[in-house]
């Protein structure tokens, strides 16, 4: 079975700042790595996604993830935070022939003005 | 293009009580899947139902149902509503496929009280 770890529940970053958001899942086939966002009683929005093909994805609001197979890791990031990224973050995986998206716990972006 | 539909947004039961949720996908997504989001356990997925045939069902116990209509339409229901059962009720459609995007609606926010 897969699993997915966001490390840091919280993370706060100041405006203008680079945003790190970790992930690292584990999975015994190749997997297919989601990260969504979820803003204040809304349902989650997809931000990018990695199924084949190149390791370095872009999304939308200019987030990019990186597919590391030899770390299992697949960290988001934002070179310049703005205060509309304020928000929570999840990390998922799912794999071929299983329509489950398996969710990390979610990471809390706050951005300090 | 209309979007993922959840109804009610807001539900209050009585413990003991039944409760049924409903959802209307994307059109022409046949795959509707239910989770169920809690401040303490995160997102944890609920069932998948394509074409109207149960596809996955995750770890909740036997008074967490589900069904699909011909139309993708589907509902789910709960019995015996007990205090733990307060939560975000997250429906997400997709088309076919693992690594395709899952779209989700809103939720449904049910406290049983």
């Known amino acids: 079975a897969q699993s997915v770890t966001q490390l840091g529940s919280h993370v706060s970053v100041s405006e203008g700042a680079l945003v790190l958001l970790r992930c690292n899942y584990s999975?015994?086939?190749?997997?297919?790595l989601f990260w969504y966002v979820q803003y204040p009683n809304q349902g989650l929005q997809l931000l990018l996604k990695?199924?084949?093909?190149?390791?370095l994805v872009k999304g939308i609001n200019g987030f990019e993830a990186e597919f590391k197979k030899s770390e299992t890791s697949f960290h988001l990031t934002k070179p310049s935070a703005h205060m509309s990224d304020a928000a929570e973050y999840f990390c998922a995986v799912s794999v071929k022939r299983d329509e489950k998206l398996t969710f990390g716990t979610g990471t809390r972006l706050t951005i300090i003005p | 293009k209309a979007g993922v539909t959840q109804t009610p947004r807001y539900l209050i039961k009585t413990r003991g009580q039944q409760v049924t949720l409903s959802c209307s996908p994307i059109s022409g997504h046949r795959s509707v899947s239910w989770y169920q989001q809690t401040p303490g356990q995160g997102l944890q997925f609920l069932f998948e139902?394509?074409?109207?045939?149960?596809?996955n069902k995750g770890n909740f116990p036997g008074r967490f149902s589900g069904r699909q209509f011909s139309n993708s339409r589907s509902e789910m229901n709960v019995s015996t509503l007990e205090l733990g059962d307060s939560a975000l009720y997250l429906c997400?459609?997709?088309?076919?496929?693992?690594?395709?995007?899952?779209?989700f609606g809103q939720g449904t926010r049910l406290t049983v009280v």
């Open positions: 999975s015994s086939v190749p997997p297919y």
């Open positions: 139902y394509f074409s109207e045939t149960q596809r």
């Open positions: 997400a459609s997709s088309t076919q496929g693992a690594n395709t995007e899952a779209f």
């Open positions: 990695y199924t084949t093909g190149a390791t």
